[in-house]
């Protein structure tokens, strides 16, 4: 047995952390299996019921003064909370804090109030006498230097020009990191917050501004004053070196960037005044506050934060014009406006009901696309909604509505919250029509506005507006897992001037819904361009429908609107789905049968005619109307192969003039592996005046290769493009190419002081072609400890994809350090890979890896072995997968079976001879 001696302290501090104001190296570490480093992680924390539990108070006010200090990255702070009791409580006032420390407590008089700090809680003593609705005031003084929801964004090294910049972010509960407060979406209030930074910042918080006045040592106090209540994750600052763009109107924008991102903010940014109005139009309630602003911060790790008033976005949105339409900011400027009303003006109770909150921003995008771009660009969106809804359903099998979660945010990215929420909001529309549905929002906006909801109160608007009772709705899709699968299939029949349609329900997971009660739209399309649309009401297992028409339709049309969260089997034939494909009036339909045409093209075993066809058609939709359609088939086309892809590709490019189209052909020409004509137009495409262009084309570049590809790329680089675009696009090719002499460069372009958009690309480059290189492990990991969050992923991701055994100790010692949960994650992914490697080589140099060998070894044993108890053998055999796939580990592979050998043919008897004479019997003598 080998060794489990931890690996000495040395060496785990030689990697840990350094003290502030070192440059940390962490570098590669060959272990050594006598002394196994200790790389056991903390389990993943269980999920769990939180069922909702009403808090007994009642926050009327938040009073915030804080002082940000850059140089410390800390914050001085008072807050003055204003609450009262809402039942019978006991005398102690609970609030939420993480790691500040707490100077002083008194009441609205200056008498100190006794308090302690009990885990993450502020435990404010009230005294006796405190009676049900009597307003208190408490006084907090308090300091800190957060780790979590307040971020100080310093100078890059490889920009010296960017100036200092300062966040929040509070959603799901990270507000308490930098604010005492009551840290969950149950309680709202208004709230006026003072933030003094030095002169010559500008600073964006929640509300209207107040006034900007002198503070002492060059520092300045602003005040922004917030009359709407609101919880407390939306409580907003944003501070630094920043340039507004205003405009005025009836509601006043802000666009707030960098200097040198101010005007293409303003225009990236332009359409929110038309999206406010829509939106205001549609809830029957107009912008309900006195002004929007929109900051773009550096280093923000989402797209956007719906922040009351001030939303915060990613300055990765921010574009030039030529830009577009390839990329746009509509989409997500429309879904934190939404946001607005669904998530601020009206917020979930709880964190269970947060699909209100995403449902309603992600749908009420989408009708917005609708409004701005037309009903085809909406049906094409609801199409790529409603698939990944479906999918949400079989891959999380839980109910949209949920309380089971470990972190909040568990059940904000599995696809229930924003897809499946906008899905939901869909079949609702489909199912009672559009006026009725916008008939819903308004009464559930005019009910609840300025309150936090669950999704009962939001199926109660709909059913008085629909007059009827809707409960059957929410139980079936938001409070019960699954989704149907439907069989359906028609024939026409003659005599009875009729099309028979029978729909059978053919799911069978034992969680979902046995039967479904659903509304199935058939559309028929029939002579001279009519076409005659029929809801069926499927409430059986299986049932038959039968719709009269005046002839046989020339195509019929399943879910024409894409109204159902579901799997739906039609057995079309090749003819049916070219038909769909010249001739369905929604991009979705056509989009449908461009993607099995596809398939039929490429299926060898179809008749090479059909096939033919089915190409032929594809290549016709490469010059559909919408774009989304053309791009998918010129995918298809590419995948069907043919001698003649390129020619066909390339003459797309010449003739079409948008830019998404262009991109996605360039993008399709980075596979033609060994095709001359292809590396010729992407090393054209490559030193375009466009940067997205170059961006697409130099990956095509790298993989296609081929003489000067090296020295083109190098060139390349020296051409950064907007943001660094094209930049970043050549440091990933030179990963493609592959080429030993990129390694000084990559390392140079992912340096401290190299230019800072581009760091990350260098640094996931070198992760991509450095296996096997301890050198390329080194320059990897010189940047897992960046004060940049993202450097950090690309540093995990790189030393996972390196997947050395070298790098486990730094990653474990970074592991402990990190507190941003997506890096954790990205880190453990990155332990198990180098683990992996490790056990798979048989060096059991960590704790981890001996354990993972010893299962494995018996994984294999028991599942090549045999034994009476087939049962027992089977449940231990799950119980060491589980544990492997804990550990990152692959159970051995199993044997290969020889092949069974055919049994022996008897050998043919040669044909007799005529006249030959008959052989006498076996003893016969000779």
């Known amino acids: 047995m080998r060794g489990l001696r931890l690996l000495p302290f040395a060496l785990v501090a030689a990697c840990a952390a350094p003290t502030a104001g070192t440059a940390p190296r962490p570098t590669r570490v060959d272990l050594d299996p006598a002394a196994p480093l200790d790389d056991r992680l903390p389990a993943l924390p269980e999920k769990t019921d939180h069922p909702y539990e009403p808090w007994l108070f009642d926050v009327r006010h938040y009073d915030i003064d804080v002082a940000l200090d850059f140089e410390r990255e800390s914050v001085d702070g008072r807050v003055t909370i204003t609450f009262r009791t809402l039942h019978d409580a006991p005398p102690i006032l609970p609030l939420d804090i993480v790691g500040l420390e707490i100077q002083s407590v008194t009441d609205g008089d200056g008498v100190e109030v006794a308090y302690r700090v009990d885990g993450d809680r502020l435990l404010l003593g009230l005294g006796a006498g405190f009676l049900i609705g009597e307003e208190r005031t408490v ?76 503070a002492s040592r060059g520092r300045s106090t602003w005040t922004y004053r917030m009359d709407v209540p609101h919880v407390s994750y939306l409580t907003t600052i944003v501070a630094g070196g920043y340039e507004v763009v205003r405009e005025d109107g009836p509601v006043p924008l802000e666009f707030v960037a960098d200097e040198r991102d101010a005007e293409h903010a303003a225009y990236s940014l332009r359409k929110t005044d038309e999206i406010l109005r829509f939106f205001g139009e549609y809830t029957g309630r107009s912008y309900p506050y006195a002004r929007y602003a929109q900051c773009c911060v550096r280093d923000f790790m989402f797209g956007g934060m719906e922040n009351i008033t001030a939303t915060t976005l990613t300055d990765g949105t921010v574009h030039p014009p030529h830009w577009e339409p390839a990329r746009t900011s509509h989409g997500l400027v429309a879904h934190e406006a939404a946001h607005q009303w669904f998530g601020d003006l009206i917020t979930c109770r709880d964190w269970s009901h947060i699909w209100l909150n995403e449902g309603f921003a992600t749908y009420f995008t989408q009708l917005w696309r609708e409004h701005d771009e037309g009903e085809a660009a909406f049906l094409a969106a609801m199409r790529g909604t409603m698939n ?21 945010f568990d059940l904000f990215f599995d696809g229930h919250a924003y897809g499946g929420g906008a899905a ?43 007059g009827q009772d809707l409960r059957w709705y929410f139980d079936q899709w938001l409070r019960t897992p699954g989704r149907p699968k439907l069989k359906v299939r028609w024939t026409w029949d003659d005599a009875a001037r009729a099309l028979r349609v029978t729909v059978k329900q053919t799911h069978d997971e034992k969680a979902f819904p046995k039967t479904y009660r659903l509304s199935l739209d ?152 060994g095709d001359d004509a292809a590396r010729a137009a992407l090393r054209a495409a490559a030193t375009s005046d466009h940067d997205l262009v170059r961006a697409e084309a130099l990956p095509g570049v790298g993989r296609l290769a081929g003489p000067g590809a090296f020295e083109l790329l190098v060139a390349a680089v020296d051409w950064p493009g907007w943001h660094s675009r094209a930049r970043g696009a050549a440091l990933g090719a030179l990963a493609d190419l592959g080429d030993e002499r990129a390694f000084p460069l990559l390392v140079r372009y992912a340096a401290v002081e190299a230019d800072p958009r581009s760091r990350s690309a260098a640094i996931r480059a070198l992760g991509r072609m450095g296996a096997e290189r301890p050198e390329y492990t080194d320059a990897v990991l010189a940047h897992l400890y960046d004060e940049r969050s993202g450097i950090r992923k690309a540093a995990i991701d790189a030393a996972g994809a390196l997947a050395d055994p070298g790098a486990l100790a730094p990653l474990v010692a970074a592991f402990h350090r ?18 992996r490697t490790a056990v798979d080589r048989g060096e059991w140099v960590t704790i981890e890896a001996a354990r993972g060998g010893r299962l494995r070894e018996e994984h294999a044993a028991l ?45 043919k008897k040669a044909p007799k001879k005529a006249g030959a004479p008959k052989k006498g019997p076996k003893n016969a003598p000779k």
């Not at 230097?145 to 929040?168: C, E, I, K, S």
């Not at 490429?602 to 096939?611: E, F, Y």
């Not at 995948?639 to 490019?653: C, I, K, P, Q, W």
């Not at 053998?873 to 592979?893: I, M, Q, S, T, Y």
């Open 424 to 466: 939901r909001l869909h079949m609702l529309r489909i199912e009672l029509g559009d006026e009725t549905f916008r008939k819903g929002v308004r009464l559930y906006v005019e009910r609840h506005a300025g309150t936090v909801a669950t999704t009962r109160e939001l199926e109660r608007a709909m059913s008085d507006a629909a």
């Open 139 to 214: 006084e907090i003084a308090y300091r800190g230097t957060p780790r979590r929801g307040l971020y100080f964004n310093r100078v890059p090294a490889g920009d010296p020009a960017a100036r200092l910049q300062a966040f929040t972010q509070g959603e799901c509960e990270d507000t308490r990191h930098w604010l005492p407060c009551h840290d969950f979406p149950d309680d709202r209030a208004t709230s006026t917050t003072r933030v003094t930074v030095p002169t010559g910042m500008h600073v964006a918080a929640a509300g209207e501004l107040e006034g900007v006045t002198k």
């Open 388 to 408: 990944g809804a479906t999918r949400a359903c079989e891959r999380a099998r839980r109910p949209a509505i949920s309380n089971r979660y470990a972190d909040p």
């Open 522 to 673: 058939i559309a028929c399309d029939l002579a001279r361009g009519r076409s005659e649309t029929v809801r069926l009401a499927v409430s059986k297992r299986e049932e038959t429908f039968e719709i009269a028409l005046p002839n046989q339709p020339r195509l019929v049309r399943v879910d024409p609107r894409r109204g159902l969260i579901a799997r739906i089997d039609l057995e079309r034939t090749p003819e049916a789905w070219t038909a769909l494909a010249r001739t369905d009036p929604s991009p979705g339909g056509r989009l449908d049968a461009v993607e099995a045409l596809g398939a039929i093209a490429r299926d060898r075993k179809r008749d090479a005619k059909v096939r033919t066809a089915a190409r032929e058609t594809l290549l016709a939709a490469m010059d559909d109307p919408f774009h989304q359609v053309r791009t998918t088939a010129l995918r298809q086309v590419k995948r069907s192969g043919g001698v003649d892809v390129t020619a066909e590709l390339l003459s797309l490019y010449e003739r079409d003039e948008d830019l998404r189209v262009r991109l996605a052909v360039l993008g399709a020409l980075r596979d033609r592996d």
């Open 863 to 907: 599942r090549d072995g045999s034994t009476t108890d087939a049962a027992a053998r089977r449940k231990r055999l799950r119980e060491l997968k589980k544990e492997l796939d804990a550990l990152g580990v692959r159970p051995l592979p199993a044997p290969k079976k020889a092949p069974k050998k055919a049994p022996k043919k008897a050998p």
């Open 818 to 835: 990190e507190t941003w949960k997506p890096n954790r994650r990205a880190l453990r992914r990155a332990i198990e890979a180098c683990r």
